[in-house]
């Protein structure tokens, strides 16, 4: 049985490799996306729609020209230092949009969506490793839009039968083994390619923002889990949908915890170069500690991470070589 599946976000780091995978597979493919945040380069695979999920017209017609069978939806803003500065930005894109596309697709007849969410639903949790019934307590706009979703999404399931899986996703790292995509965001915020920027001598160091956390080398700790780690587990949630299972939630990590300096020992070793790093306070707000429990999606979904640390590492600066050499225009 063919289907369907629009991908809302397809243009970028996560979406691009969800869509690489589904066509992999089988799956028709249909990329959505408005290159906000996205890149024309990383659309590969599946026909392109240039959109916006807060155009409620362009969205009835796009389910009504094509027979969606299932929404993935990867369109949130993501920073999480922006969204304190503004807020506004990220409750209009991340919650009202969002409204705006299950609006559309219950009106459209269209009722099963894969929604990215994250370990930012957690807030500073007391509990380590994280399980899906940790208590909610998100600390930023970003981490609260996200909660809100989920909420909302469970009333829509309740009261009007819109069936989802949410995926609360750890530190996403790696990059397509092909090296045909990878992250590419700009500005760059995240560690690992913050790390290969200096690794590559265009950052002239790296920070370690705090030293003197209760962890075994005094830095703090994350679970780091691959890209596409990340996308079978989209994968097997298309298929607990289409098999009538009811709307659910999974954490997806690899449930192993690396340090700042471990990550920063990593790079060195696999890339053979060395680089300055900078020991400076600590940020407001980063717990110590951030490993997640996964064994609900392993059992349910017969999910299971593939990809180790030196593999993000590895496949990580495979395409980081090659994104820094485009031409900064395209980026």
Known sequence: MSCNVLVAGGAGYI??????????????????????????????YGKFILGDIGDRKQLDLVFKNYKIDVVMHFCA?????????????????????????FESMLDNGVDKIIFSSTAAVYGMPENVPIDEEEPKNPINPYGRTK???EQILS?????????????RYFNAAGADPD???GEAHEPETHLIPLVLDAAMGIRKSIKVFGTDYPTHDGTCIRDYIHVNDLASAHIKGI????????????????????????????????????????EVERRPGDPAILIAKSEKAKKELGWEPEFGIDDIIKTAWKWHQKLRSIPKPQI
Not at 77 to 101: C, D, F, H
């Open 15 to 44: 979406g691009s490799h969800v869509c690489k995978m589904l066509y992999s597979k089988g799956y028709n493919v249909l990329v959505f996306d408005n290159f906000s945040h996205g890149y024309e380069f990383l659309v590969k």
């Open 239 to 278: 298929e607990y949908l289409m098999n009538g299972k009811k709307s659910n939630y999974f954490n997806l990590g690899n449930g192993k915890g690396f340090s700042v300096r471990e990550i920063i020992d990593t790079v060195k070793r696999v890339t053979g170069k060395d680089f300055p790093v900078e």
């Open 77 to 101: 803003y993501i920073e999480v230092g922006e969204s304190v500065q503004n807020p506004r930005k990220y409750y209009v894109n991340n919650l009202y949009n969002a409204i705006n596309l």
């Open 179 to 181: 090296g045909e995509l």
């Open 155 to 167: 009333d829509y399931s309740n009261s009007h039968g819109l069936r989802y899986v949410a995926f």
């Open 147 to 149: 909660w809100m979703i």
